[in-house]
């Protein structure tokens, strides 16, 4: 199975600033046949389901703000929030579907200080 | 609208059985990766089970041997016939479709597994 690390586990952000969350698998995520990283990020607000934020590790999912932006490429990724606003307190995972057993991270909290 | 609605879910003894619904409507399901994903209370994210469109199944290895995805297409509703379930098992459980990343969830069924 493909292990997903994300760090740090929590993270507490004044408004307005940059929440960064880190993400690395154990193997490349890297399809050689269309070039794209196959990792996804979601967002999990409180009492809510999932919510597909970002995929092939840098598209953004329909209506998604462009404050949210991924990068990376391989093993190692990052999901950044900028402009941090009330709305995005949640958590956040991310997930690998380079295989036929999707694997999640383990999360990241995100707060408002 | 695409949607996803779970049901099935309630409080079971260890060791005895459930079997979740899902019920997709604005698409087929046999048409679509279908998934259960679970989440413990207070916990991260467990990837459970997935139906292919072509029929193949995989599973998690803490539910492999206890836990059956299937589908019905003329109901338009993928199920997860959970056995010989455990306290470990205690969740809410998300229906999800899967087309590349996992693109529509549902709201999710609770399953408590206690004496």
């Known amino acids: 199975d493909i292990v997903m690390t994300q760090s740090p586990d929590s993270l507490t952000v004044s408004l307005g600033e940059r929440a960064t969350i880190h993400c690395k698998s154990s193997?490349?995520?890297?399809?050689?046949?269309?070039?794209?990283?196959?990792l996804a990020w979601y967002q999990q607000r409180p009492g809510q389901p999932p919510k597909l934020l970002i995929f092939s590790a840098s598209t953004r999912g329909f209506g998604v703000p462009d404050r949210f932006s991924g990068s990376g490429s391989g093993t190692d990724f990052t999901l950044t929030i900028n402009n941090l606003q009330p709305e995005d307190v949640a958590s956040y995972y991310c997930q690998q579907y380079y295989n036929d057993l999707p694997t999640f991270g383990g999360g990241t909290k995100v707060e408002i200080k | 609208e695409e949607q996803v609605v779970e049901s099935g879910g309630g409080l079971v003894q260890p060791g005895g059985s459930l079997r979740l619904s899902c019920v997709a409507s604005g698409f087929t399901v046999n048409s679509k990766y279908m998934n259960w994903v679970r989440q413990p209370p207070g916990k991260g994210l467990e990837w459970v089970a997935v139906l292919f469109s072509g029929g193949s199944t995989y599973y998690a290895d803490s539910v492999k041997g206890r836990f059956t995805i299937t589908r019905d297409k003329s109901k338009n509703t993928v199920f997860l016939q959970m056995d010989s379930l455990r306290p470990e098992d205690t969740a809410l459980y998300f229906c999800?479709?899967?087309?590349?990343?996992?693109?529509?969830w549902g709201q999710g069924t609770m399953v408590s597994v206690s004496s």
């Open positions: 193997q490349s995520l890297l399809y050689r046949s269309n070039n794209r990283n196959l």
């Open positions: 999800a479709r899967q087309d590349g990343p996992f693109d529509l």
